[in-house]
Nanobody, 123 residues
Framework: VQLQASGGGLVQAGGSLRLSCAAS????????KGWFRQAPGKEREFVAA????????YYADSVKGRFTISRDIAKNTVYLQMNSLKPDDTTVYYC?????????????????WGQGTQVTVSS
């Protein structure tokens, strides 16, 4: 499965962005899907995940209440709506898919990764 992330950009603090991650194969719909972020020199950090049915979502405490993960089965795409953005949210964001549906926050358990999209929040 190939994942293509998009939607990053430059936004002022308090603004919003929506990231998209389109998958190449329909089996993507059966996987747990996640978003992670990684700053230079730091470990990859869990942001959000959604289970295969879309009925359960998980968030890092740092983004809870500001970010929303969702998926569109017809478009084979997962989204990350980011509101009330802060300068600390500045980094590269990656989408990922876990074919074993472990619902994990551990990036090592995800099988497929997108290429990353840069989000920059100015103060």
């Amino acid at each position: 499965v190939q994942l293509q992330a998009s939607g990053g950009g430059l936004v002022q603090a308090g603004g919003s962005l929506r990231l998209s991650c389109a998958a190449s194969e329909r089996t993507f719909s059966t996987y747990t899907k996640g978003w992670f972020r990684q700053a230079p020199g730091k470990e990859r950090e869990f942001v959000a995940a959604i289970n295969w049915s879309g009925g359960t979502t998980y968030y890092a405490d740092s983004v809870k209440g500001r970010f929303t993960i969702s998926r569109d089965i017809a478009k084979n795409t997962v989204y990350l709506q980011m509101n009330s953005l802060k300068p600390d949210d500045t980094t590269v964001y990656y989408c990922a898919a876990d074919r074993n549906r472990l619902h994990s926050r551990d990036s090592n358990l995800y099988d497929y990764w997108g290429q990353g999209t840069q989000v920059t929040v100015s103060s």
